[in-house]
């Protein structure tokens, strides 16, 4: 999934919670959750070892717009400071277990071998294959399941 979409769903989860805990368990659980839905990725890689190309600035585009979109919704919808911080820890940690596993391509920390593998393994499936392509048609769980978080980050 990209990043946005976590963002989002974080986001979702942190506005209709007040437990600040709560909030990170679920945005941790719904990250891997996600995962399991057939998505394209934007990061490119050389080979199956996954040494990643050039895609810093896509890593920030998504980044960023997930920002700007949350920020954007939260603004229309006039919450409060300590829903809006709420907002922002689900947000944080939906997108946490896909840093966590940028840094293990970039240093390749031993300590993080075992995570990294729990978090492939979440992806149905293989990197490289046609159904991990970034393409319009393994956007489409990115597409309905970001659609659905602003409806929800929007409603009362
Ligand atoms: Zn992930």
Redesign the pocket.
């Known amino acids: 999934?990209i990043l946005i979409t976590?963002a989002l769903t974080g986001a979702v989860i942190g506005k209709n919670l007040n437990n600040p805990a709560l909030i990170i368990l679920l945005s941790l659980i719904f990250?891997?959750l996600?995962?399991t839905f057939r998505h394209g990725e934007y990061v490119e890689v050389f080979s199956k070892n996954t040494s990643i190309k050039n895609s810093g600035w896509k890593v920030g585009l998504d980044l960023s717009a997930g920002a700007l979109i949350i920020f954007f919704v939260a603004r229309l919808s006039y919450l409060d400071e300590k829903t809006m911080a709420n907002i922002w820890l689900g947000a944080f940690f939906s997108v946490l277990?896909?840093f966590i596993?940028a840094l293990y391509w970039k240093f390749r920390w031993r300590f993080l071998q075992k995570y990294y593998t729990f978090?492939s393994w979440?992806h149905k499936y293989p990197r490289l294959s046609p159904e991990r392509e970034w393409s319009l048609r393994n956007s489409f769980n990115d597409i309905w399941m970001s659609i659905v978080a602003i409806i929800l980050l929007l409603l009362h």
């Open positions: 999934m976590h990250h891997f996600m995962d277990p896909d596993t978090h979440l």
